[in-house]
């Protein structure tokens, strides 16, 4: 896990990460819908991050989803990301690390630092 995830986060994290692709090891942030990677020509985490956008454009077709990675990041995610952190070059490579701070984004963006701070409730908190 990345480090500047907190260990809370990163507990919640784990947690997402094997709902969605049904393992929590190291191979789980190579993970495309449906279990497809093995039709990729490298794995998610060699690929740069516009490449990884790029090439979801024709995922959905393909495979179905264009959900990619240990949070199964669809392409508009990805993008939208892209322009609220921008630290995130096109040339970054897909590593682990960034996809633990992708995903520690999206839980901020859910409202994480008011339900650590007891401001926001554990169910409304699942619900965003």
């Given at each position: 896990?990345?480090?500047?995830?907190p260990?809370?986060?990163?507990?919640l994290l784990?947690?997402?990460?094997?709902?969605?692709?049904?393992?929590?090891?190291?191979?789980?942030?190579?993970?495309?819908?449906?279990?497809?990677?093995?039709?990729?020509?490298?794995?998610?985490?060699?690929?740069s991050?516009?490449?990884?956008?790029?090439?979801?454009?024709?995922?959905?077709?393909?495979?179905?989803?264009?959900?990619?990675?240990?949070?199964?990041?669809?392409?508009?995610?990805?993008?939208g990301?892209?322009?609220?952190?921008?630290?995130?070059?096109e040339?970054?490579?897909?590593?682990?690390d960034?996809?633990?701070r992708?995903?520690?984004?999206?839980?901020?963006?859910?409202?994480y630092?008011a339900?650590?701070a007891?401001?926001?409730?554990?169910?409304?908190?699942?619900?965003?």
């Open positions: 896990m990345n480090k500047t995830v260990a809370g986060a990163a507990v784990d947690f997402i990460r094997e709902t969605e692709v049904g393992r929590k090891d190291r191979a789980s942030y190579d993970v495309i819908y449906a279990n497809r990677q093995n039709r990729l020509k490298q794995p998610l985490t060699t690929m991050f516009g490449d990884i956008v790029g090439a979801q454009k024709s995922w959905s077709k393909s495979h179905g989803s264009s959900a990619a990675g240990a949070y199964q990041f669809m392409r508009a995610t990805l993008i990301l892209a322009k609220e952190i921008p630290s995130i070059e040339s970054d490579i897909f590593t682990p960034l996809q633990d992708l995903g520690f984004h999206l839980l901020k963006r859910r409202g630092p339900f650590v007891g401001e926001l409730s554990l169910i409304e908190f699942g619900k965003r």
